[in-house]
């Protein structure tokens, strides 16, 4: 029977509050998807400050 591995979301949305508290939003496939998010994001004026990074 052949193994089925389940891949693992490769990149973090992250955001740092007015407070300086960082918060894990969302893992994501893709660096697009992420991106895409906080495009989406700042269509909504949200205050807070979204970076990707690559996941551990």
Do not use: C, S
């Amino acid at each position: 029977m052949e193994e089925r591995r389940t891949a693992r979301p490769r990149w973090v949305l992250w955001r740092v509050d007015d407070n300086g508290n960082q918060v894990e939003v969302a893992r994501y496939d893709t660096k697009e998807a992420a991106q895409a998010r906080i495009d989406e994001f700042e269509r909504h004026r949200h205050k807070q400050h979204y970076w990707v990074e690559p996941a551990d």
